[in-house]
């Protein structure tokens, strides 16, 4: 893997003519299935163990059946079930276990480019149950042992005499993320990955069903700016991933004057509109990670109460060959 100063810019991946402009592919190597991870190594793993003080551990996953009914509303809640052999013995299983349905990592199957297809070119075919191109496995066997690094954005913007509204689209920018980077300070590294708190899980939870339902009638999260102006940063700093406390990371509905949108594109037949979304150029052209709906209150509330934003962070994904998502079983240790 090339050292960082040897590696492209995003302006260099955007003059690409020997692979999709915009992409990684085979920046990591030929071949490469796990994009952005290549960004993480010994080296990453040595200075985020070397960050931890109290050895205070926080769970940055919800539980399964948090968010529903499902936010998506293509998910049916999962059933947990319990059976004996004989009246010393347990055993479990889940139905409709859905691996995207709470907290969750994004794998590089989750998403494919309209045009291009899926990360480093893998063909729609090897997209399959029980194939291992892109799947999730390959997050598992690696593991994700690294810095994490939260940007309280609610935190941040206050201090500027702003507001986070948890209920429109309220984009984020590369300048927003610059910001709150150096209000905490942080100064990005490679291999880093970016924890986004916004508070809007928190919130979400705290309301009623009937509230709920109300929300989903005017739909609008904040998230970061669809722009290549964040796509930028992210890849420019070395970002491994980019996890946060809200459904889908980037504000929502998408902005219509981004230029990501494809005017053509047909609307889907059910589930969320994808068109303009940062989710196909961060995962199928990057392979950059996204993590939707982490726990990170009680993270915030450690981090402003020590001023230390920083943390060694451990996520080991299930591991499902060929899976497309999973939840991340991810741990912050300050």
């Not at 508070?199 to 339902?213: K, M, N, R, V, Y």
Request: hydrophobic residues 40%; aromatic residues 8%; charged residues 20%.
């Amino acid at each position: 893997m090339p050292e960082l100063a040897e590696l492209p810019s995003y302006r260099d991946l955007l003059a690409r003519t020997d692979a999709p402009a915009g992409s990684s592919w085979n920046v990591f190597g030929e071949g490469d299935q796990l994009g952005a991870l290549g960004f993480i190594g010994p080296e990453q793993a040595v200075h985020a163990a070397s960050l931890v003080r109290t050895g205070r551990v926080f769970d940055l996953d919800y539980p399964i059946n948090a968010f529903v009914p499902s936010i998506a509303g293509t998910r049916p809640a999962t059933e947990h079930r319990i059976f004996a052999n004989n009246p010393n013995h347990r055993d479990d299983w889940l139905d409709s276990f859905y691996l995207q349905s709470t907290s969750q990592i994004d794998g590089l199957r989750h998403m494919r480019h309209p045009e291009h297809g899926f990360y480093g070119g893998v063909p729609d075919a090897a997209i399959a149950e029980g194939t291992p191109d892109l799947g999730i496995q390959l997050l598992a066997e690696r593991g994700i042992v690294t810095r994490g690094v939260l940007l309280d954005m609610p935190r941040y913007l206050e201090s500027v005499g702003r507001r986070l509204e948890l209920d429109r689209n309220q984009a984020i920018t590369a300048a927003d993320l610059r910001g709150a980077a150096a209000f905490h300070g942080v100064v990005f590294r490679r291999g880093d990955v970016i924890l986004l708190r916004t508070g809007w899980a928190e919130d979400w939870l705290g309301l009623t069903p009937a509230q709920q339902e109300a929300r989903k009638a005017d739909w609008g999260t904040p998230g970061i700016a669809q722009s290549h102006d964040v796509l930028e940063l992210l890849w420019d700093e070395g970002i491994a991933m980019i996890a946060s406390d809200n459904a889908g990371v980037e504000a929502f509905p998408v902005d219509p004057d981004s230029g990501f949108i494809d005017p053509e594109e047909p609307l889907p037949e059910r589930g969320p509109i994808h068109n303009g979304m940062l989710h196909r150029p961060l995962l199928a052209l990057l392979g950059i990670y996204l993590g939707e709906l982490w726990r990170l209150d009680g993270l915030a509330e450690a981090c402003a109460a020590d001023g230390r934003f920083e943390f060694l962070l451990t996520s080991k994904p299930l591991a499902v060959p060929g899976g497309v998502g999973s939840p991340p079983n991810a741990m912050a240790v300050k």
